[in-house]
């Protein structure tokens, strides 16, 4: 029988990744979904949608680490805290997401999301399923990363 993980915890995580996975998303289809409407490539739609889960995904996650950090460091002089703020946010994102996304980005969602529309239809569910199944691996090994920052980087 699995360990049973508090409330608060869970409540947690879907805090920091609700918002990031539904922009991520939104971009995701939106760059897959035009690339293949017009040009009826799998390939070309996979990397599109990947790209654009990337920017929606970590542009959310690079704005929020820089206020955070800006507002940790604002007893410092503009430029201090810019660069401060900078150090902190690469190396709290590096430490939650770099496993996450080397196994992620190299492996399981380009399969999972080219795979899944060859067989599941009309082409944005079937990108949708191969994205969501991609993601439940994605986020076990970021969740890993996040709470290794939060015993590592901030004692």
Do not use: C
């Not at 940790?72 to 996304?101: D, G, W």
């Not at 492996?107 to 079937?126: C, K, L, N, T």
């Not at 990108?127 to 986020?139: I, Q």
């Amino acid at each position: 029988m699995a360990a049973k993980l508090p409330k608060t915890k869970k409540q947690e995580w879907l805090r920091r990744y609700i918002p990031a996975e539904i922009l991520g998303t939104i971009t995701a289809l939106i760059g897959a979904w035009s690339v293949y409407a017009n040009t009826h490539s799998y390939i070309a739609a996979t990397a599109s949608g990947w790209f654009g889960e990337g920017i929606g995904f970590y542009g959310y996650f690079i704005i929020t680490e820089l206020i955070a950090n800006g507002r940790r460091y604002r007893e410092h002089s503009l430029l201090k805290r810019f660069t401060l703020a900078i150090a902190a946010a690469s190396t709290n994102l590096i430490v939650e997401f770099l496993p996450a996304e080397i196994l992620d980005n190299f492996i399981i969602r380009p399969f999972a999301m080219f795979e899944a529309p060859q067989y599941i239809h009309p082409y944005p569910i079937g990108f949708l399923v191969g994205k969501f199944s991609a993601d439940m691996v994605f986020y076990v090994l970021a969740i890993a990363g996040f709470e290794t920052r939060k015993r590592l980087l901030h004692r």
